[in-house]
T-cell receptor, first 111, second 114 residues
């Protein structure tokens, strides 16, 4: 069946260091979404990518959609303690009108 | 303010008991979803609904039931058949999937077994 994977599962960084999480789908995606979940909170939509090779930036966050539309990445420049949380990617399911979420990458930022 | 309201925030279930988690949205969204999240894990889809009076099973529907009698409401019942119900339950909504709309999540309900 369709799978969405993310690496790494966990990442610990010193404040000010960069961070990248990678998302890989077993099938081609029409679009990919990224969400952030703070500890104890609920996922919050960050961004959606639609076009092959698309790159979008939100302040220190850079999102990229692969040329084959099967992978994506989120890069955070100069992490801050406010970046702590779990980052999920999600894509439309090929089998129904729903979404498939990756398992997430949990980011810890040491001050 | 528009949003999704889940209640209760914490819920305890006794052995053999059915419990119902509430999810209400005033965003005028067509689609609604229920996810289960276990500690340190991702989101697993339980049920989803694209329209009133219609819903579809997700990946882990066994032991759960839903209804969609109103557009605004999508309650989830955790039945006694669900032997391991302890988890964080998240409800979400979106306009419709076909136009690639983001999902909006409620604050979640934490369910534990007594």
């Amino acid at each position: 069946g369709q799978q969405v994977m993310q690496i790494p599962q966990y990442q610990h960084v010193q404040e000010g260091e960069d961070f990248t999480t990678y998302c890989n789908s077993s099938t081609t995606l029409s679009n990919i979404q990224w969400y952030k979940q703070r500890p104890g909170g609920h996922p919050v939509f960050l961004i959606q990518l639609v076009k092959s090779g698309e790159v979008k930036k939100q302040k220190r966050l850079t999102f990229q959609f692969g040329e084959a539309k099967k992978n994506s990445s989120l890069h955070i420049t100069a992490t801050q303690t406010t970046d702590v949380g779990t980052y999920f990617c999600a894509g439309p399911s090929n089998y129904g009108q729903n979404f498939v979420f990756g398992p997430g990458t949990r980011l810890s930022v040491l001050p | 303010d528009g949003g999704i309201t889940q209640s209760p925030k914490y819920l305890f279930r006794k052995e053999g008991q059915n419990v119902t988690l509430s999810c209400e949205q005033n965003l005028n969204h067509d689609a609604m979803y229920w996810y289960r999240q276990d500690p340190g894990q991702g989101l697993r889809l339980i049920y989803y609904s694209q329209i009133v009076n219609d819903f579809q099973k997700g990946d882990i529907a066994e032991g759960y039931s839903v209804s969609r009698e109103k557009k605004e409401s999508f309650p989830l019942t955790v039945t006694s058949a669900q032997k391991n119900p302890t988890a964080f339950y998240l409800c979400a909504s979106s306009l419709i999937r076909q136009v690639n709309q983001p999902q909006h999540f409620g604050d979640g309900t934490r369910l534990s077994i007594l």
